[in-house]
Protein backbone atom coordinates (compact mmCIF):
# COMPACT_ATOMS: atom_id res chain seq x y z
CA UNK A 1 0.00 0.00 0.00
CA UNK A 2 2.49 2.23 0.98
CA UNK A 3 4.19 1.35 -2.63
CA UNK A 4 0.95 2.63 -3.83
CA UNK A 5 1.00 5.79 -2.39
CA UNK A 6 5.02 6.40 -3.62
CA UNK A 7 4.45 5.88 -6.79
CA UNK A 8 1.34 8.29 -7.24
CA UNK A 9 3.41 11.15 -5.33
CA UNK A 10 6.39 9.99 -7.75
CA UNK A 11 3.90 10.55 -10.64
CA UNK A 12 2.39 13.55 -9.27
CA UNK A 13 6.02 15.25 -8.32
CA UNK A 14 7.93 14.35 -12.18
CA UNK A 15 4.72 16.06 -13.74
CA UNK A 16 4.24 19.08 -11.40
CA UNK A 17 3.75 21.74 -14.29
CA UNK A 18 1.15 19.52 -16.39
CA UNK A 19 -0.54 19.05 -12.81
CA UNK A 20 -1.19 22.75 -11.90
CA UNK A 21 -2.65 23.59 -15.17
CA UNK A 22 -6.42 24.69 -14.16
CA UNK A 23 -8.17 22.48 -16.40
CA UNK A 24 -6.07 18.97 -15.38
CA UNK A 25 -6.59 20.48 -11.63
CA UNK A 26 -10.42 21.17 -12.16
CA UNK A 27 -10.24 17.12 -13.35
CA UNK A 28 -8.38 15.87 -10.64
CA UNK A 29 -10.72 17.58 -8.05
CA UNK A 30 -13.42 15.42 -9.02
CA UNK A 31 -12.85 11.72 -6.83
CA UNK A 32 -13.93 9.45 -9.22
CA UNK A 33 -11.50 11.04 -11.81
CA UNK A 34 -8.53 11.51 -9.33
CA UNK A 35 -9.48 7.48 -8.67
CA UNK A 36 -9.15 6.69 -12.90
CA UNK A 37 -5.85 8.67 -12.95
CA UNK A 38 -4.42 6.49 -9.38
CA UNK A 39 -5.51 3.61 -10.90
CA UNK A 40 -4.18 4.29 -14.39
CA UNK A 41 -0.65 5.29 -12.78
CA UNK A 42 -0.82 1.91 -10.87
CA UNK A 43 -1.81 -0.28 -13.19
CA UNK A 44 -0.98 1.37 -16.64
CA UNK A 45 -3.28 -1.00 -18.80
CA UNK A 46 -4.94 0.19 -22.02
CA UNK A 47 -8.37 0.33 -20.69
CA UNK A 48 -7.20 2.65 -17.50
CA UNK A 49 -5.59 4.75 -20.30
CA UNK A 50 -8.52 4.63 -22.71
CA UNK A 51 -10.83 5.55 -19.15
CA UNK A 52 -8.94 8.18 -18.48
CA UNK A 53 -8.99 10.00 -21.40
CA UNK A 54 -12.42 9.67 -21.86
CA UNK A 55 -13.14 11.20 -18.61
CA UNK A 56 -10.94 14.21 -19.50
CA UNK A 57 -12.59 14.50 -22.76
CA UNK A 58 -15.67 14.95 -21.48
CA UNK A 59 -14.16 17.06 -18.32
CA UNK A 60 -12.63 19.25 -20.73
CA UNK A 61 -15.93 19.78 -23.53
CA UNK A 62 -17.92 21.01 -20.29
CA UNK A 63 -15.33 23.11 -19.17
CA UNK A 64 -15.51 24.41 -22.73
CA UNK A 65 -19.21 24.62 -22.89
CA UNK A 66 -19.41 26.31 -19.44
CA UNK A 67 -16.47 28.88 -20.54
CA UNK A 68 -18.49 29.48 -24.20
CA UNK A 69 -21.81 30.46 -22.10
CA UNK A 70 -20.24 32.41 -19.64
CA UNK A 71 -18.61 34.94 -22.40
CA UNK A 72 -22.17 34.62 -24.02
CA UNK A 73 -23.63 35.96 -21.35
CA UNK A 74 -21.17 38.47 -20.65
CA UNK A 75 -20.46 39.81 -24.21
CA UNK A 76 -24.60 39.74 -24.52
CA UNK A 77 -24.44 42.01 -21.02
CA UNK A 78 -21.81 44.44 -22.49
CA UNK A 79 -24.15 45.04 -25.56
CA UNK A 80 -27.36 45.22 -23.98
CA UNK A 81 -25.70 47.86 -21.85
CA UNK A 82 -24.85 49.79 -25.14
CA UNK A 83 -28.02 49.66 -26.46
CA UNK A 84 -29.65 50.69 -23.48
CA UNK A 85 -27.43 53.45 -22.84
CA UNK A 86 -27.86 54.64 -26.71
CA UNK A 87 -31.53 54.25 -26.91
CA UNK A 88 -31.74 56.86 -23.16
CA UNK A 89 -29.32 59.06 -25.03
CA UNK A 90 -31.74 59.11 -28.08
CA UNK A 91 -34.75 59.88 -26.47
CA UNK A 92 -36.63 62.75 -26.74
CA UNK A 93 -37.64 65.11 -23.62
CA UNK A 94 -42.07 65.02 -23.71
CA UNK A 95 -43.25 68.53 -24.28
CA UNK A 96 -45.86 70.16 -22.44
CA UNK A 97 -48.18 71.69 -24.77
CA UNK A 98 -49.46 69.53 -28.13
CA UNK A 99 -46.99 68.47 -30.96
CA UNK A 100 -47.33 69.24 -35.04
CA UNK A 101 -47.94 66.58 -37.50
CA UNK A 102 -43.80 66.20 -37.40
CA UNK A 103 -43.21 65.42 -33.51
CA UNK A 104 -42.27 69.04 -32.66
CA UNK A 105 -43.26 72.47 -31.66
CA UNK A 106 -43.71 74.73 -34.98
CA UNK A 107 -41.72 77.79 -35.20
CA UNK A 108 -45.55 79.85 -35.35
CA UNK A 109 -46.95 78.51 -32.27
CA UNK A 110 -43.63 79.65 -30.48
CA UNK A 111 -43.59 82.80 -32.52
CA UNK A 112 -47.62 83.20 -31.43
CA UNK A 113 -46.62 82.93 -27.25
CA UNK A 114 -44.79 86.35 -26.62
CA UNK A 115 -43.08 84.98 -24.09
CA UNK A 116 -41.53 82.50 -26.47
CA UNK A 117 -40.03 84.69 -29.19
CA UNK A 118 -36.74 84.83 -26.86
CA UNK A 119 -36.52 80.91 -27.18
CA UNK A 120 -37.27 80.95 -30.60
CA UNK A 121 -34.08 83.58 -31.13
CA UNK A 122 -32.18 81.82 -28.99
CA UNK A 123 -33.06 78.35 -30.10
CA UNK A 124 -32.85 78.73 -33.84
CA UNK A 125 -30.68 81.94 -33.88
CA UNK A 126 -31.88 85.52 -35.73
CA UNK A 127 -30.43 84.41 -38.69
CA UNK A 128 -32.46 82.25 -40.88
CA UNK A 129 -35.65 84.29 -40.47
CA UNK A 130 -34.30 87.02 -40.25
CA UNK A 131 -32.35 86.89 -44.07
CA UNK A 132 -35.64 85.87 -45.34
CA UNK A 133 -37.07 88.69 -47.82
CA UNK A 134 -39.72 86.36 -49.68
CA UNK A 135 -43.24 86.73 -47.35
CA UNK A 136 -44.33 82.88 -48.85
CA UNK A 137 -40.70 81.60 -47.85
CA UNK A 138 -41.05 83.16 -44.32
CA UNK A 139 -44.72 81.83 -43.69
CA UNK A 140 -43.79 78.31 -45.30
CA UNK A 141 -40.48 77.83 -43.08
CA UNK A 142 -42.28 79.52 -39.73
CA UNK A 143 -44.89 76.39 -40.53
CA UNK A 144 -41.36 74.18 -39.82
CA UNK A 145 -40.75 72.80 -36.21
CA UNK A 146 -38.25 74.77 -34.56
CA UNK A 147 -35.79 71.32 -34.73
CA UNK A 148 -36.27 71.72 -38.75
CA UNK A 149 -35.60 75.37 -38.75
CA UNK A 150 -32.17 74.89 -36.24
CA UNK A 151 -30.85 72.32 -38.89
CA UNK A 152 -31.81 74.72 -41.59
CA UNK A 153 -29.96 77.45 -40.07
CA UNK A 154 -27.08 75.16 -39.37
CA UNK A 155 -27.04 74.33 -42.71
CA UNK A 156 -27.30 77.34 -44.95
CA UNK A 157 -26.35 80.03 -43.14
CA UNK A 158 -23.73 79.00 -40.97
CA UNK A 159 -22.85 76.14 -43.07
CA UNK A 160 -22.49 73.53 -40.62
CA UNK A 161 -21.50 69.61 -42.08
CA UNK A 162 -24.09 67.40 -41.37
CA UNK A 163 -21.91 65.68 -38.76
CA UNK A 164 -21.32 69.01 -36.99
CA UNK A 165 -24.95 69.14 -36.64
CA UNK A 166 -25.37 65.79 -35.22
CA UNK A 167 -22.57 66.22 -32.96
CA UNK A 168 -23.88 69.51 -31.55
CA UNK A 169 -27.72 68.30 -31.17
CA UNK A 170 -26.20 65.26 -29.86
CA UNK A 171 -28.33 62.61 -32.55
CA UNK A 172 -27.13 60.55 -35.19
CA UNK A 173 -26.04 62.34 -39.20
CA UNK A 174 -28.97 60.00 -39.93
CA UNK A 175 -31.43 61.49 -37.81
CA UNK A 176 -29.62 65.38 -38.97
CA UNK A 177 -30.22 64.26 -42.74
CA UNK A 178 -33.90 62.98 -42.44
CA UNK A 179 -34.92 65.80 -40.45
CA UNK A 180 -33.18 68.30 -43.32
CA UNK A 181 -34.92 66.34 -46.04
CA UNK A 182 -38.03 66.48 -44.03
CA UNK A 183 -38.02 69.96 -43.77
CA UNK A 184 -37.14 70.84 -47.57
CA UNK A 185 -40.04 68.62 -49.00
CA UNK A 186 -42.48 70.27 -46.14
CA UNK A 187 -41.41 73.61 -47.22
CA UNK A 188 -41.71 72.35 -51.15
CA UNK A 189 -44.97 71.12 -50.54
CA UNK A 190 -46.21 74.23 -48.95
CA UNK A 191 -45.15 76.76 -51.66
CA UNK A 192 -46.64 74.30 -53.90
CA UNK A 193 -50.24 74.38 -52.22
CA UNK A 194 -49.69 78.40 -52.31
CA UNK A 195 -49.04 78.99 -55.99
CA UNK A 196 -51.92 76.98 -56.67
Not at 7 to 19: A, L, P, S, W
Not at 60 to 65: F, I, L, Q
Not at 138 to 141: D, G, V
Given at each position: MEKDIQ?????????????NNPIIKSFLLDSQNLYLVQKAILYPTNINKKLVDESFQSH??????TKYVSNLIYFFSLDFDKKRRRLQNRTLLVLDKGLSKDGGTTAKELIEDASNEKKLNRIVGEGLLDNIGDEKL????KKLTVKQLQILEMI???EFSIKEIAQTLQTTPQNISNLHRNALNKLNNTLKKRRE
Open positions: KIEEFFYRNHKQVYKNVRKFNSLYVK
